[in-house]
């Protein structure tokens, strides 16, 4: 049974950083993609960055520079390092992971088959 538990959010001013744990179980390690989504209210969920079992990485552009996205050294838990956070980074973050498959270039919901419960992160301004 797969699972994915997310860890690490919360509250912070403006400019500060938070950092974000996915720990992942049930699957294989071999070869997988995991990512970062985020969803604030009335606005669709949107991708923020992946990382796949061979280290390759992808960032949304809003975040490019500013966040990182890394593996332990025994690819069972992803990181996402969120420094100069800003009032629109304020959402619900989720990790997914798609199965035997890298990254493609462009990450799309659809092809992740396991979802965290979401975790909660707000930006203040």
């Known amino acids: 049974q797969v699972e994915l538990v997310e860890s690490g959010g919360g509250s912070v001013q403006a400019g500060g950083s938070l950092r974000l744990s996915c720990a992942g179980s049930?699957?294989?390690?071999?070869?997988?993609?995991m990512a970062w989504f985020r969803q604030s209210p009335g606005k669709e969920r949107e991708v923020v960055a992946g990382?796949?079992?061979?280290?390759?990485?992808r960032y949304e552009d809003s975040v490019k520079g500013r966040f990182a996205i890394s593996l332990d050294k025994a690819k069972t838990t992803m990181d996402l390092q969120m420094n100069s956070l800003e009032p629109e980074d304020s959402a619900t973050y989720y990790c997914?992971?798609?199965?035997?498959?890298?990254?493609?270039?462009?990450?799309?919901?659809?092809?992740?088959?396991?979802w965290g419960q979401g975790i909660l992160v707000t930006v203040s301004s």
């Open positions: 990382i796949d079992s061979d280290g390759n990485t």
């Open positions: 049930g699957y294989s390690y071999s070869m997988y993609c």
């Open positions: 997914a992971v798609e199965t035997f498959a890298y990254c493609s270039r462009t990450l799309r919901e659809s092809q992740f088959e396991y």
